[in-house]
T-cell receptor, first 116, second 115 residues
Framework: DTEVTQTPKHLVMGMTNKKSLKCEQHMGHRAMYWYKQKAKKPPELMFV???????INESVPSRFSPECPNSSLLNLHLHALQPEDSALYLC???????????????FGPGTRLTVL | AQSVTQLGSHVSVSEGALVLLRCNYSSSVPPYLFWYVQYPNQGLQLLLKYTSAATLVKGINGFEAEFKKSETSFHLTKPSAHMSDAAEYFCAVSSSGGSNYKLTFGKGTLLTVNP
């Protein structure tokens, strides 16, 4: 299984809603990532988890809250988002080697988020 | 610090013509280099990678890229374009040592294939 899955595919939410994005992989990867991608732009790194611990937070606003409940799952909890947060949210995973993250990243199909 | 520059935000070719997408990188340490493809409303798929082995790297779907250290380039080529190659292509770099978990992406090149 060389696949990263993400649910839901599409999500529409109001600014007062709380929702969660989910990501799952069964490749035994111990590094997982959240990216945000706006239209016609490259992905922007948001968070990195390594061995289920948050290792990088790219100064993301607190209305985005990541969670890694186990080595296969990664969640992104959303609360009080703004319309400018509308984007494609991509999850990725990669192997680690000797504690360092080996950077061939496998991406999921993404969740298309619209904030009204 | 590392960075990637993709020359040409939009490349248009005819079906059957050569595809050449340009990527130049900047890295203070030996880099790992990647090309990803993104079809509309999909995630990124790895086409090929350079990780300090052979300088000519072959990938999926007939694509290949050559690492040229003297030119700090990693251009992507395909001898004959297919309609199905139409997509956004991203070049990315990460460092080969230390905290190499970060991928730095170029701005992307949209490839259009004309019949």
């Amino acid at each position: 299984d060389t696949e990263v899955t993400q649910t839901p595919k599409h999500l529409v939410m109001g600014m007062t809603n709380k929702k969660s994005l989910k990501c799952e992989q069964h490749m035994g990867h111990r590094a997982m990532y959240w990216y945000k991608q706006k239209a016609k732009k490259p992905p922007e790194l948001m968070f990195v988890y390594s061995y289920e611990k948050l290792s990088i937070n790219e100064s993301v606003p607190s209305r985005f809250s990541p969670e890694c409940p186990n080595s296969s799952l990664l969640n992104l909890h959303l609360h009080a988002l703004q319309p400018e947060d509308s984007a494609l949210y991509l999850c990725a995973s990669s192997r680690t080697r000797g504690g360092q993250t080996y950077n061939e990243q496998f991406f999921g199909p993404g969740t298309r988020l619209t904030v009204l | 610090a590392q960075s990637v520059t993709q020359l040409g935000s939009h490349v248009s070719v005819s079906e059957g013509a050569l595809v050449l997408l340009r990527c130049n990188y900047s890295s203070s340490v030996p880099p790992y280099l990647f090309w990803y493809v993104q079809y509309p409303n999909q995630g990124l798929q790895l086409l090929l990678k350079y990780t300090s082995a052979a300088t000519l790297v072959k990938g999926i779907n007939g694509f290949e890229a050559e690492f040229k250290k003297s030119e700090t380039s990693f251009h992507l080529t395909k001898p004959s374009a297919h309609m199905s190659d139409a997509a956004e292509y991203f070049c990315a770099v990460s460092s080969s040592g230390g905290s190499n978990y970060k991928l730095t992406f170029g701005k992307g090149t949209l490839l259009t294939v004309n019949p």
